[in-house]
């Protein structure tokens, strides 16, 4: 198992450096963009970032205005509970920062397959012929 | 609290000047342990500004070169933008984040640091 890394003072603007890029999983495959940030405030009163708010959950608040609500209707109306939070991946599961943020975990444990999933089971599946498709 | 809570929030000063909107939220790599990322990214402050073309654009960083015809405009138009740091925020509340010092009192954003890019 890896140590954890020691603290480097590694200064990254959010908008910049993290906000809109690209999530891959540890398989290499694409797991969503990084839509929003979530903060937790410790009890010397500074806040650090524990998640990563990705998918139309979380996308929509961010925008704001009529397109927003648009998006957070779409996350509504894909989401099985309607009392609904978005997607979240614990920084934790977070390896890297660069140019996309690598994970350490595969896209399989982390909620951010929804739309595909919707669009799997309410459309392809009802395409005549579909349950034939090779996995 | 989310990032975008912040972002796009107007800053108001001590005297009740208004200094523009969060553009961007400078993380530092000294946090608590976070799993496989390890040290945390924690909050230290705000980029705030009417504009914040040279942040958004990255001409801040230091390992980059910006052309000199296009970071000449880019200086003039963020020449208002302000570094708050996060121990000078005292209320975040309805889109507005007032701070407990002057404008006067505030410097430009320097670059980030990256312990991975040599000076």
């Known amino acids: ?135 | 609290m989310r990032l975008s809570d912040l972002l796009g929030a107007e800053v108001v000063d001590v005297d009740g000047v208004h200094l523009g909107k969060v553009r961007d939220a400078r993380l530092v790599q000294d946090g608590p342990i976070q799993g496989t990322f390890g040290a945390g990214l924690r909050l230290a402050g705000l980029i705030v500004g009417p504009m914040a073309l040279g942040s958004r654009l990255g001409f801040r960083r230091t390992h980059v070169t910006a052309p000199a015809l296009v970071v000449q405009p880019v200086r003039l138009l963020d020449a208002r933008t302000r570094y708050v740091p996060w121990d000078a925020v005292v209320e975040v509340r309805d889109r507005v984040v007032r701070i407990d010092r002057a404008a006067a009192e505030l410097e430009p954003p320097r670059p980030p640091f990256d312990p991975t890019v040599a000076p």
């Open chain 1, 1 to 135: 198992m890896d140590r954890p890394k020691p603290p480097t003072g590694r200064e990254v603007d959010a908008c910049l450096e993290l906000l809109d890029r690209q999530l891959v999983d540890s398989g290499g495959d694409q797991a969503g963009k990084v839509d929003d940030l979530e903060l937790t405030e410790l009890e010397d009163g500074s806040f650090v970032v524990t998640a990563i708010l990705s998918g139309p959950g979380a996308l929509g608040p961010r925008l704001g205005g009529r397109l927003g609500m648009a998006v957070a209707a779409l996350f509504e109306r894909l989401h099985p509970d309607t009392d609904a939070d978005p997607a979240r991946i614990p920084f934790g599961s977070v390896k890297d920062l660069g140019s996309h943020i690598t994970l350490s975990r595969s896209r399989d444990h982390l909620d951010v397959n929804r739309m595909e999933h919707w669009v799997r089971d309410r459309v392809i599946a009802r395409i005549p012929g579909a349950g034939d498709a090779p996995e």
